[in-house]
């Protein structure tokens, strides 16, 4: 299991985390993702034989939110 941060901009209010939680916790692999709106990331334990890190970040860009690198 892998445990990764990701810097996320734009995400402001409850309604921003549990869409980015949700969208994240429904990928295949995804054991737990935990948005801190304060500190502007979130953080996902995942298995990497199952969801690589750049198709957490792509779905974390569908949800309208940006990925800092």
Do not use: P, R
Request: charged share 30%; aromatic share 2%.
């Amino acid at each position: 299991m892998t445990t990764k941060m990701i810097q996320v901009e734009g995400m402001t209010c409850n309604h921003c985390k549990s869409s980015v939680e949700g969208a994240l916790n429904n990928l295949a692999g995804v054991s737990k993702a935990e948005v801190s709106l304060e500190d502007k990331n979130v953080t996902v334990e995942y298995d990497e034989s199952q969801v690589q890190e750049q198709q957490l970040k792509d779905e974390i860009e569908e949800q309208g939110f940006d990925v800092v690198s």
